[in-house]
């Protein structure tokens, strides 16, 4: 099978159909981790783009995200980057009529975990040394579940869609509810 190296090819240059499941869009990225979902595979949901600017927002990610996480911790697979409609629907359990709004559908976020990197440690690193980013959500961290509970959301907007936001926040269990919650801020779980 015939690999091509596209981490050098200008986004908008990329295309629906242009790019096989093995082609390298970022220097240690494959196109197929872009769409990679365990649970699309057990459930036959397709997972593919369904436009072109998804696919060109998720190799920005890809570039601008998962790659200088990469370069900076070693190797790991997003746990998941973009998410269809279908999928989100699986994934979040709604009717075939919801409509999610979620950065994952437009190819603007991934969810990362790096083993052997504490949850929170991550989140901070992508917060003080990526240029940009428009979210970094620290989600699920309970350290005392082990320090790599939870994973890491970072969106960014593709260019020319509008300022990123640079918003950090964690989504943790609310000690008096019991329910998960958004706060403000990068923080574990209170115990």
Request: glycine share 6%; net charge negative; aromatic share 8%.
């Amino acid at each position: 099978m015939t690999t091509t190296d596209h981490s050098q090819t200008p986004i908008a240059d990329l295309h629906l159909g242009g790019l096989a499941p093995r082609d390298v869009i970022s220097p240690n990225f494959r196109f197929y981790e872009l769409t990679r979902s365990d649970l699309a595979e057990r459930r036959g949901i397709d997972n593919g783009f369904e436009t072109e600017a998804q696919l060109q927002a998720a190799v920005h990610l890809a570039r601008q995200v998962l790659q200088p996480v990469r370069d900076q911790f070693g190797s790991y697979s997003p746990n998941s980057v973009f998410r269809s409609q279908a999928l989100e629907r699986a994934l979040k359990q709604r009717p075939a009529s919801w409509i999610s709004t979620s950065q994952h559908t437009t190819g603007c976020a991934c969810d990362i975990e790096v083993p052997g990197v504490a949850t929170l440690d991550l989140a901070r690193w992508v917060v003080k040394h990526l240029p940009d980013f428009d979210q970094v959500i620290c989600e699920c961290y309970d350290p005392s579940k082990g320090p790599n509970s939870g994973w890491v959301h970072v969106s960014l907007k593709p260019p020319g869609v509008g300022a990123n936001r640079r918003v950090e926040l964690s989504y943790i269990r609310d000690p008096d509810s019991g329910r998960m919650i958004y706060v403000e801020g990068l923080r574990a779980a209170v115990a």
